[in-house]
């Protein structure tokens, strides 16, 4: 019965933060409210068939991507969780255990980042399973770092693996996926890190001008905060950029930049430093991944737009110097 499942649900989150008044089992949740501060609020789900299959994914990892998928939004605009509502669909004859694993593995997920699940929803799907998160979360008061923040001379950087979670969804589509070389890809597909630091950076950090997460590639990151600043940028990072997908991409026979560019998925963090306002962020974000320093990338920089372009131009230092022009592509629900 929906009523016992819900008891289950609740059962399985455990307690409350002082925060939430009233969370699971009545008409709404009732939260403090966060006194002077932003509300940020953001939502994404998981489908089968869409975005993980059951024969790719534990139902406990389905259940923590879930959130951490939001939380990277979040966690790129100096957010904190404050909580977070679920949606989901659930097919006819659908295993119940899957559900009550699927909901540890959120559970779990939900403590680690401190993020109670405090309401949802519970309907029949007549498709695959399907789960839709809400997540709310608070920031200070006037500091927003949006898409539209790039200025021309800005610096662009990335932190992450990009291409990394596309090696990891291929090597699993071609039966590769126990493959040792593939073992960090299919982490960082089924597995995907978010950065909670990022966020109190952010807030401390005023050269951090504009951020993104990439979830939908490194493309449409660069295009859509290049698109949304009026700005053209000019892409030229170190030569071993990519080193970490030569391993999956020639066991793959796929082209590395193209993982790289449209995979989608790793939720890395694109972000814009601006020179000439004071701060530390790129030190402190070193400090943050000493041991793995390649995972900060500069990726280049931001130019001003020709006059009368309506898009902006991305081009990228190619051979012999040159700069080849880059196309907007990536992953697209639409398409
Ligand atoms: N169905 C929708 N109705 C209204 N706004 C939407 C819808 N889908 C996406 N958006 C908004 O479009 C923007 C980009 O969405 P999306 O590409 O999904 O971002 P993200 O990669 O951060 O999840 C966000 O502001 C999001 O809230
Ligand atoms: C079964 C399956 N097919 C294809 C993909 C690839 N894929 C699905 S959604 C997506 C992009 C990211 O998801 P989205 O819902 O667009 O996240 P958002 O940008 O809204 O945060 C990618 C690359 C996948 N993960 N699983
Ligand atoms: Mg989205």
């Not at 004859?93 to 699940?117: K, Q, W």
């Not at 007549?126 to 927003?144: E, H, I, K």
């Amino acid at each position: 019965m929906e009523s016992d499942w819900i008891k289950k649900f609740s059962g399985i989150l455990g307690p409350m933060p002082p925060r939430v008044l009233r969370g699971i089992g009545d008409d709404v949740a009732c939260l403090v409210s966060p006194a002077t501060d932003n509300l940020l609020w953001t939502t994404d789900s998981q489908r089968e068939g869409v975005h993980f299959r059951w024969d790719w994914m534990t139902p406990r990892e389905v259940g923590s991507r879930l959130l951490v998928v939001n939380l990277s939004d979040v966690y790129v605009k100096g957010g904190t969780p404050v909580s977070a509502l679920v949606a989901l669909g659930i097919p006819k004859n659908f295993p119940e255990e899957r559900i009550f694993s699927f909901y540890e593995g959120l559970a779990d997920a939900c403590r680690r980042f401190d993020c109670p699940v405090v309401g949802g929803d519970i309907s029949r799907a007549t498709g695959g399973f399907d789960a839709v998160l809400s997540l709310l979360a608070r920031s200070p008061a006037g500091r927003f770092p949006g898409r539209d923040g790039l200025l021309p001379g800005d610096m662009l950087y990335l932190l992450g693996r990009p291409g990394l979670a596309k090696a990891g969804y291929s090597a699993l589509l071609s039966g590769l996926s126990d493959h040792q070389a593939m073992a960090e890809s299919v982490s960082a597909f089924c597995r995907p890190r978010t950065y909670p630091w990022f966020s109190e950076l952010v807030n401390a950090e005023d050269q951090v001008v504009a951020t993104m997460d990439t979830s939908d590639g490194l493309g449409q990151a660069i295009f859509a905060m290049a698109d949304q600043s009026g700005v053209s940028v000019r892409l030229d990072p170190p030569e071993n950029w990519l080193d970490h997908l030569q391993r999956p991409s020639s066991l793959l026979g796929q082209d590395p930049f193209g993982m790289a560019w449209d995979g989608g998925e790793d939720y890395d963090i694109l972000f814009a430093v601006r020179p000439g306002v004071g701060g530390d962020a790129i030190s402190r974000i070193q400090e943050q991944i000493r041991g793995e320093p390649e995972k900060l990338i500069p990726l280049g920089e931001v130019v001003v737009r020709h006059a009368g372009d309506q898009t902006p131009s991305v081009t990228m230092t190619g051979k012999n110097r040159r700069q080849v022009r880059l196309e907007r592509t990536g992953f697209d629900h639409t398409r």
